[in-house]
């Protein structure tokens, strides 16, 4: 599975932007799909993840703001991100979760994108 992710860009305070994560193979509606961020100097952190019947989880501090959505017919994972804050900069990946069966599930990654939000 290949994670193409798009959308990143500089933004001003209280601004928009829209993220777009492509996977390349088949059963991608099967997938648990989430976007991660990592600042420069911290640890990569979950922001938003969806499973394959469509429960999605949002990290506090996204909450109200962010949205992850897919649209499985494209094969692809969104995350809409409003009322973007100077605290939301980092690079934002993509990740897949396959579960192969039996026990065996398989993380995959997106090359990321820098999101840049300037006050």
């Known amino acids: 599975v290949q994670l193409q992710a798009s959308g990143g860009g500089l933004v001003q305070a209280g601004g928009s932007l829209r993220l777009s994560c492509a996977a390349s193979?088949?059963?991608?509606?099967?997938?648990?799909m989430a976007w991660y961020r990592q600042a420069p100097g911290k640890q990569r952190e979950l922001v938003a993840a969806?499973?394959?019947?469509?429960?999605?989880n949002h990290t506090d501090s996204v909450k109200g703001r962010f949205t992850i959505s897919r649209d499985n017919a494209k094969n692809t994972v969104y995350l809409q991100m409003n009322s973007l804050k100077p605290e939301d900069t980092a690079v934002y990946y993509c990740?897949?979760?396959?579960?192969?069966?039996?026990?065996?599930?398989?993380?995959?990654w997106g090359q990321g994108t820098q999101v840049t939000v300037s006050s």
């Open positions: 969806m499973r394959s019947g469509g429960t999605t």
């Open positions: 193979g088949s059963r991608f509606s099967t997938h648990a």
């Open positions: 990740n897949a979760e396959i579960d192969y069966g039996l026990g065996f599930v398989v993380d995959y």
